[in-house]
């Protein structure tokens, strides 16, 4: 509730949503209170930010503020933010440098979870999770293992619907190679030079379609 009255705080004394220098150094100030300084943070539940593709980040935070993606506290937070704000917070962060160490990821379910990758994960997350060249699928590569943990249990629980995550592909794979796939990603140290822009990919995908989350109408927050 802090991290919100400070936007809030930031709304009223900006008085528009213009180009601000200032309104944006305290809009990036809010972000890095939970996402850290260059969009890495310490906290296992909040996802690393920085590397990502910014669109995929900016549709991230237009799902939050129409209320397509369950958080209560985003949705505070996006709420208050204009159409070009949220480009710009998304463009600040897709900007800083993607830097991940090993996590206490199991090795065995790691193994096997490279095989669940190749089976059903790669034709959308290129390069063993560490490609940004599509907006719609997100670089997954090192990111928190609980963070995913997380938000596939909220897909597989059906109160976090992906448009694109079609019911189909996740019955190719039990919920514990859905897990072992995880601690694939997870397991991954990545440095920026491995973060991949490839334009070589299984199937064709758009680079800029739109693509949409959606809350169940009797889904909590």
């Known amino acids: 509730m802090h991290r919100l009255a400070a936007v809030l705080l930031i709304a009223a004394s900006a008085g528009s949503h213009g180009q601000d220098p200032a309104r944006r150094e305290g809009l990036v100030a809010v972000c890095v209170s939970c996402h850290g300084a260059a969009g890495i943070t310490g906290s296992e539940e909040i996802p690393a930010l920085a590397g990502q593709n910014e669109d995929y980040l900016?549709?991230?935070?237009?799902?939050?503020?129409?209320?397509?993606?369950?958080?209560?506290?985003?949705?505070?937070?996006?709420?208050?933010?204009?159409?070009?704000?949220?480009?710009?917070?998304?463009?600040?962060?897709?900007?800083?440098?993607?830097?991940?160490?090993?996590?206490?990821?199991?090795?065995?379910?790691?193994?096997?979870?490279?095989?669940?990758?190749?089976?059903?994960?790669?034709?959308?997350?290129?390069?063993?999770?560490?490609?940004?060249?599509y907006a719609e699928y997100p670089l997954l590569a090192g990111q928190s293992l609980p963070y995913?943990?997380?938000?596939?249990?909220?897909?597989?629980?059906?109160?976090?619907?992906?448009?694109?995550?079609?019911?189909?592909?996740?019955?190719?794979?039990?919920?514990?190679?859905?897990?072992?796939?995880?601690?694939?990603?997870?397991?991954?140290?990545?440095?920026?030079?491995?973060?991949?822009?490839s334009q070589t990919a299984p199937a064709k995908r758009s680079k800029r379609n739109r693509f949409r989350t959606e809350v169940p109408a009797d889904a909590a927050e």
């Open 58 to 133: 900016y549709e991230a935070l237009k799902n939050f503020k129409e209320g397509n993606r369950p958080s209560a506290q985003m949705r505070g937070i996006a709420r208050e933010l204009s159409d070009e704000e949220m480009r710009q917070m998304a463009n600040h962060f897709a900007a800083q440098p993607y830097v991940r160490s090993i996590q206490a990821a199991d090795p065995a379910q790691a193994a096997r979870g490279k095989e669940v990758y190749v089976r059903v994960c790669q034709i959308c997350h290129l390069d063993e999770g560490r490609a940004t060249t």
């Open 148 to 197: 995913m943990q997380k938000e596939m249990q909220l897909i597989l629980d059906k109160r976090r619907r992906i448009e694109l995550i079609k019911q189909g592909m996740l019955e190719l794979a039990s919920r514990q190679q859905i897990d072992d796939a995880i601690h694939f990603f997870a397991g991954q140290r990545v440095t920026p030079d491995q973060v991949s822009n």
